[in-house]
């Protein structure tokens, strides 16, 4: 009897152990997808990083902080007295909004279609009966492409670059900001070849 209960206890205690080393039993990735990196001057041997804000609304502010965890999650000091700041600049590809699908580039209706309304000439929809019909397929989810580099002090030239690109799988932006943090902390200063996180 004594010696179950010592082996479900070991048991739970590595459950539990593998818990927290994986960061908790919801650590599934939010964004899956490859990076590369390289190193076009060496940085600081201390580095301590900030992000170069130009957006401040508060949502950007939330997101940057989200980042800026992941980053210091990677081992990497972050603050104000920093002496590398990251540039990142990000685009969404193939996100769809009521059902429409649309690629980076925004669209403006009052600037395109014919004139006097707005609207587009299309076909009408075939209809689908019988064994040829077929459910439409799930939405892809939308694809984030990341730029990123990195400048020394008040250098205005990149020391290092990187380019990130995954597809979403969570909904949180903020969860999506901290992972992108850790890989970018992690590859910091680094040249790696395309690689999946």
Known sequence: MNRDRATARNAMLLAASVMVWCGGASATPSCQGT?????????PGRVVVDLDIRDRSPRNLTLAERFLGGVRGAGVAVGRDANVLLHVSTSRL?????????GAERTYSELGGLAGGGMRPELPPMPATGTRASRPAPPA?????????????????????????????????GDVAQELGRVIGGALGKRVERQAF
């Open 94 to 102: 193939g996100e769809t909004s009521s059902g429409v699908t649309r």
């Open 35 to 43: 990076y590369a990196a390289t190193s076009l001057q060496p940085l």
């Open 141 to 173: 989810q939308p694809l984030l492409v990341l730029r990123m580099d990195a400048t020394v002090g008040a250098e205005t030239r990149s020391a290092w670059i990187a380019s990130v690109q995954c597809r979403m799988t969570g909904s949180d932006e």
